[in-house]
């Protein structure tokens, strides 16, 4: 009999998660019922919220019960059809959870076409990172063009997505990143004017050489002391996108909140959160345009594929937070 080897977790963690945080358990391959379909799994989704959903606290998605199925978009084919929507064989993406083989409502699977990109990019710059860059940027960023945009995260999904949309938006374009290999990528493939390596050099000082004028959009992917940073430097009626902020998800005490948020005050400037579902009626759009400049070699779509199967799933989640990824982390399950 197929086995059904699944990611539980085991026990919520307190900083870093860690082995005693998941269970590894053999389960039957489900059957679909009535308007279902199993998906056999083929690349698993690493995502830095993961983390937040294993804190059982009020957020914007339920925690993650201990015993459930970890969480995870994914991508696979269609294993067994009970809904005339979908076929045996057909490429899928969805909810899918960490996990070989999921059963899920023919209503949340989402079919992904692999003639225009590979599967791991359906869980990068044609997934939710891709959403959350187009969005977040475009919408909530309200970018102008020309404008002065720094983006955090830089080498990450988001953020390398991040930049690129602005620099096609006419935008100087600043990226922080650690480590001299991805801020030259960002620099030499990805088309970004300046890059920051945080780890090596002081993020204030370099934004005041490169950002003379200010900062228009600032994209924040990491919060803390690189937030405080880009805050001193906002422009008049600046707009600071809040996206994420890994620096502090793994944090055992209360994180302090950023020393220069009177910035906002001074230049009229606004900070405002987002969620990417926020826009789930706009997907279309935003895939559309994704898929397009993807196409047209405008977006250049970069996968990190960690390999060893469903059993490797806790170790490459901690390679987000040790910043060993650059662009999207996927873990190929089968
Ligand atoms: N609001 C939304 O709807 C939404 C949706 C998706 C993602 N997000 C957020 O967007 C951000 C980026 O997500 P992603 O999926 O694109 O992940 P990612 O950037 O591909 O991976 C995480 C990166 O964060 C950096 N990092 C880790 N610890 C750090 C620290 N202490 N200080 C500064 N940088 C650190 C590392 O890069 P370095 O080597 O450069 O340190 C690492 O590669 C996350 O904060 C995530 O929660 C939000």
Redesign the pocket.
Request: charged content about 10%; glycine content about 24%.
């Given at each position: 009999m197929t086995r059904n080897r699944q990611v539980r977790l085991a026990a919520r963690p307190v900083g870093l998660p860690d082995a005693s945080t998941w269970n590894y358990v053999d389960a039957d391959v489900p059957e679909p019922a009535d308007g279902q379909v199993t998906v056999k799994v083929a690349y698993v989704s690493?995502?830095?919220?993961m983390r937040?959903w294993l804190n059982d606290v009020r957020s914007y998605v339920p925690p993650v019960q201990i015993d459930a199925v970890m969480r995870a978009h994914a991508v696979g084919h269609v294993s067994a059809s009970n809904s005339p929507d979908f076929a045996v064989g057909d490429a899928v993406s969805g909810n899918f959870g960490a996990t070989e083989y999921a059963v899920a409502d023919a209503k949340d699977v989402v079919r992904v076409d692999e003639s225009i990109a590979p599967l791991p990019t359906w869980l990068g710059a044609l997934g939710?990172?891709g959403?959350?860059a187009y969005f977040?940027l475009l919408d909530v960023g309200k970018l102008k063009d020309g404008d002065t945009v720094v983006v955090?995260?830089?080498?990450?999904?988001?953020?390398?997505l991040v930049g690129q949309i602005a620099k096609q938006h006419g935008c100087t374009v600043i990226g922080?990143?650690?480590?001299a290999e991805?801020c030259a990528w960002l620099t030499d493939e990805l088309g970004f004017d300046v890059a920051i390596d945080?780890?090596s050099e002081s993020v204030a000082k370099a934004l005041r050489q490169h950002a003379p004028k200010g900062i228009d959009v600032y994209f924040d992917?990491?919060?803390?002391e690189?937030l405080d940073a880009a805050l001193a430097r906002l422009r008049l009626g600046a707009r600071v996108v809040?996206?994420?902020?890994?620096?502090?998800?793994n944090a055992t005490e209360p994180t302090p909140g950023p020393q220069n948020y009177l910035s906002l005050l001074i230049n009229r400037a606004s900070m405002a959160?987002?969620?990417?579902?926020?826009f789930a009626g706009r997907y279309g759009e935003a895939a559309a345009k994704l898929g397009e400049w993807v196409a047209d070699g405008k977006l250049v779509a970069r996968e990190q594929v960690a390999t060893g199967g469903i059993d490797k799933f806790g170790d490459t989640l901690l390679?987000?937070?040790?910043?060993?990824?650059?662009?999207?982390?996927v873990l190929q399950v089968s």
């Open positions: 690493l995502d830095p919220a937040g939710f990172p959403f959350t977040g955090s995260g830089a080498a990450g999904a988001v953020g390398s922080i990143a650690g480590g991805k945080y780890k992917n990491v919060g803390g690189i809040l996206c994420g902020a890994i620096s502090g998800y959160g987002f969620i990417v579902f926020d390679m987000l937070f040790e910043g060993k990824n650059t662009g999207k982390l």
